[in-house]
């Protein structure tokens, strides 16, 4: 079923859901990113996006791929050259719907203080590698895809480039697709050899939705 106002599911209790657009949210953005201004900002203009309960259910369970990038700086923003190199250092070639998940240093760093301000982030380029080799849905153990904000709006301010406000996240315009952030125990995981299941929660409308994120292994049994 869906989670949506207005249906009775638990009677006499149905859901209270509040909807914000981008603008209700663009100051919270703009204390973030000091110096922009509301034009800065995606203003809706473009197509807009597949929402959480339009996600082709196919791109959810496939094999999974890491990319470790836990040696990048704190604040870098990986290239499509850096994923190139990483994916000839585990020996993968990408496959369409391959879900690639990055580990940065910020999956070591939760529940600490700089958890939101550590690990690196996906740019455009690197992004747009990846979709352009047929992902479709990438994760991250840091809280965001992008570089951390902080970064960002240092790079903002030096060069008044503001593009770089969630490039990552805005190659999704040229090729839909839709990543996981704050993953855990990425650490853990080989290269490739697995699958990830990572059904999102059918929420009506919603540009996201939370999962339970796992990686499933195939057991061998031993031979007597």
């Not at 604040?75 to 050259?81: F, H, M, P, R």
């Not at 060069?159 to 805005?170: A, V």
Request: hydrophobic share 40%; glycine share 8%.
């Amino acid at each position: 079923m869906y989670l949506e106002n207005e249906i009775l599911s638990d009677p006499p209790l149905a859901p209270k859901i509040t909807c914000q657009k981008h603008a209700d949210t663009l100051p919270e953005f703009m204390a973030m990113l000091p110096g922009t201004k509301p034009e800065d900002y995606p203003d809706g203009e473009a197509k807009p996006s597949i929402t959480i309960d339009e996600v082709p259910l196919e791109w959810c369970f496939q094999p999974g791929v890491k990319l470790d990038f836990r040696h990048c700086p704190v604040g870098y923003v990986v290239t499509a050259a850096d994923i190139e190199a990483e994916l000839a250092r585990i020996d993968h070639v990408l496959q369409p719907l391959d879900i690639v998940v990055v580990n940065t240093r910020a999956g070591s760093r939760y529940g600490h203080a700089d958890y939101v301000n550590s690990g690196c982030g996906m740019g455009y380029e690197a992004t747009m590698y990846l979709l352009e080799h047929g992902v479709r849905l990438t994760g991250t153990d840091a809280w965001s895809w992008d570089a951390p904000f902080s970064y960002t709006a240092r790079k903002i301010a030096e060069t008044g480039d503001t593009s770089l406000i969630w490039e990552g996240h805005k190659a999704g315009r040229n090729i839909g697709y839709c990543h996981l952030e704050k993953l855990h125990n990425l650490e853990a995981l080989p290269p490739d050899g697995f699958m990830i299941s990572c059904f999102p929660r059918k929420i009506r409308g919603a540009s996201a939705g939370w999962t339970r994120a796992v990686a499933i292994f195939e057991c061998t049994a031993a031979a007597p």
